[in-house]
T-cell receptor, first 114, second 115 residues
């Protein structure tokens, strides 16, 4: 069984500061990992995904994430936060054995202060 | 062009009623999903259909019945609505190529409120 834990349901940063959103996973098979963003009253949009190629994955809007197998982590970072980054962020894991269903973490709400 | 669309966007109804939510995708994908997001923003898979066949059913009450008339549509019918069914329901689609790396594209969600 797979699971995803996002440490910190709320993260607050100042505009221009580093963004770090944490994600740890548990999977019995090699995982495929995703970060999605949800803006208020909208659906989920893919930020980036890890598919066992490069361990450092670059996504949209300046976000990137690094897959660390030894730490079972896939933390999301952005060097400089922008007000428009304020949203809910979800980490998810998928595997071939489960019909490609996504198992999501509990989400992290990112707040950006001016 | 909308990739994954859902109707209605908002649905307010009384306990005990029956309601449907429709989903359509124009991406040419062969797999569609329903997810439920509760009031604490937790997202959980409910169903998945591949080429109109059910491939995932995550212990959802049988009051929920998905129907896929073709690859581009996956509708969700809910009988005898209960207060606990209040949530945002998301439809998604992807290509099931035998790999789990394909991106799922999500619709805008349907906010269901049961009174």
């Amino acid at each position: 069984a797979q699971s995803v834990t996002q440490l910190g349901s709320h993260v607050s940063v100042s505009e221009g500061a580093l963004v770090l959103l944490r994600c740890n996973y548990s999977s019995s098979v090699p995982p495929y990992l995703f970060w999605y963003v949800q803006y208020p009253n909208q659906g989920l949009q893919l930020l980036l995904k890890y598919t066992s190629a490069a361990t450092l994955v670059k996504g949209i809007n300046g976000f990137e994430a690094e897959f660390k197998k030894s730490e079972t982590s896939f933390h999301l970072t952005k060097p400089s936060a922008h007000m428009s980054d304020a949203a809910e962020y979800f980490c998810a894991v998928s595997d071939n054995n489960a019909g490609n269903m996504l198992t999501f973490g509990g989400g992290t709400r990112l707040m950006v202060k001016p | 062009d909308t990739a994954v669309s859902q109707t209605p966007k908002y649905l307010v109804t009384q306990m005990g009623n029956d309601k449907s939510i429709k989903c359509e995708q124009n991406l040419g994908h062969d797999t569609m999903y329903w997810y439920k997001q509760d009031s604490k923003k937790f997202l959980k898979i409910m169903f998945s259909y591949n080429n109109k066949e059910l491939i995932i059913n995550e212990t959802v009450p049988n009051r929920f019945s998905p129907k896929s008339p073709d690859k581009a549509h996956l509708n969700l019918h809910i009988n005898s609505l209960e207060l606990g069914d209040s949530a945002v329901y998301f439809c998604a689609s992807s290509v099931l190529r035998g790999g789990a790396t394909d991106t799922q594209y999500f619709g805008p969600g349907t906010r269901l409120t049961v009174l």
